[in-house]
């Protein structure tokens, strides 16, 4: 009975670590020296790519990245930046 207590409280810790570990990670140093250095879809990329770096440990910047990059990619009609 312990033992079947103990999988049913391990196992969804588990399945959540795993969907953490999965998440692209950039630095983020890097990708906000290349917002000058960008424009038009390239742009976009980076945006997103920030806000996927900031999505678990800062959601306000995560936010405001992915703003900018929808706000740009509909102004380009660039369906992969949506």
Known sequence: MKACLLLIL???????????????????????????????????DVWNALAVSYAYYNPLLCEKYALLALQKSIELDYKKGT
């Open 10 to 44: 391990f196992i969804p810790a588990q399945v959540l670590a795993q969907i953490h570990s999965g998440i692209e990670k950039y630095d983020t140093d890097s990708l906000k020296r290349l917002v000058p250095q960008r424009s038009g879809a390239a742009l976009v």
